[in-house]
């Protein structure tokens, strides 16, 4: 299984949810000054428009970046789906994005539809990968049944504090890798003794050891930051590794099942895996 966002320097987002404005348009420029080329971005933050300005300003060949954006569920529908990328690319100034994610299982849980639809975006070339995001297990396999399109990704919230050793026995199973948003849990993750433990250890900031053990179990990852500091720290984690012994310390921080993105905060999420 080998994601997508695993060439070149893509393993590594930056994130945009839920920034506009002065604060977007100076932590994206912040970010790729630092070495950013892949970009996160999704219908529903309404920043499209403004991701697409600070890209275009900054001349980078559009080969060298890797832009994400998801299709938000209110446009799931069969004559919406197209008209609604379509409106992205231009918001974005873009002919196509690289990964165009369904940003939401749809509600009642059927695939089917949504998915039909986004093998059509990628039929007409609006986009170069497919993916889903908030999958559980039993709708990544779905999924991989349903589509003649590879499924480039399934972005899920997935950081130390949170068990989804489930979802990466479906990503083995079914060749879907997955994405992680929430990657230091909002800072959550930074205050555990452990990681500071680590931190120290290394050599390196606490946000760099979660970053690591992401990438190590073989999850890409897309952070948000509108620190310069932190926005360096995250990006720079390809020039040192965690031992299997410090791996699994870390795996057992799972246990404490903190989600961030709850119920209550997203009503409409699926039941996710116990
Ligand atoms: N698919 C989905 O449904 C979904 C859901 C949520 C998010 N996302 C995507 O994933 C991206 C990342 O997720 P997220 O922003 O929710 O979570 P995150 O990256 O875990 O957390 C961002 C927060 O953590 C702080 N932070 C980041 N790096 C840090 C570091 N090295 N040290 C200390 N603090 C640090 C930032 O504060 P400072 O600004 O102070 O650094 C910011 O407040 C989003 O921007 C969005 O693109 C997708």
Redesign the pocket.
């Known amino acids: 299984m080998s994601s997508i966002y695993f060439r070149k320097t893509f393993q590594r ?7 506009k404005g002065e604060q977007l348009r100076t ?1 994206l420029r912040i970010a790729l000054d630092v070495g950013y080329r892949a970009i ?3 219908q529903s ?1 309404e920043n499209e428009a403004e991701v697409g300005a600070v890209l275009a300003e900054s001349c980078i060949p559009r080969d060298e970046l890797c832009i994400t954006t ?1 299709v938000r569920p209110d446009n799931f529908g069969e004559n919406v789906l197209i008209a609604s990328v379509e409106r992205s690319l231009a918001d974005l100034r873009v002919d196509q994005v690289d990964v165009l ?1 369904l ?2 299982p749809p509600l009642g849980g059927d695939i089917s539809g949504p998915l039909a639809l986004l093998q059509q975006a990628h039929g007409r070339g609006l986009t170069k990968h497919i993916g889903v ?2 999958y559980t297990a039993a709708m990544m396999r779905r999924a991989a049944e349903l589509s003649t399109v590879p499924i480039a990704t399934n ?3 997935f ?1 130390p504090l949170l068990d989804q050793s489930t979802l990466l026995a479906a990503a083995t199973e079914t060749g879907i890798p997955l994405a ?8 959550e ?2 205050r555990v003794p452990l990681i500071e433990e680590l931190a120290t250890g290394y050599g390196v ?4 050891i979660v ?1 690591r053990w992401i990438l190590q179990k073989g999850v890409s990852i ?6 310069r ?3 360096e ?2 990006f720079d984690v390809m020039n040192f590794t965690l031992s299997s012994l410090d791996m699994a310390r870390i795996d057992k921080l799972g246990a404490a099942n903190r989600r ?2 709850t119920r209550e905060l ?1 009503p409409f999420a699926p039941d996710w895996d116990p």
């Open positions: 987002s930056f994130g945009t949810f839920p920034l932590a996160d971005t999704a933050y998801k994610l940003h939401w995001s908030n972005q899920v919230e950081h992680s948003y929430c990657s230091v849990a909002r800072g993750a930074l900031s606490a946000g760099q970053l897309n952070t948000m930051s509108t620190r500091r932190h926005i720290h995250n961030l993105v997203t």
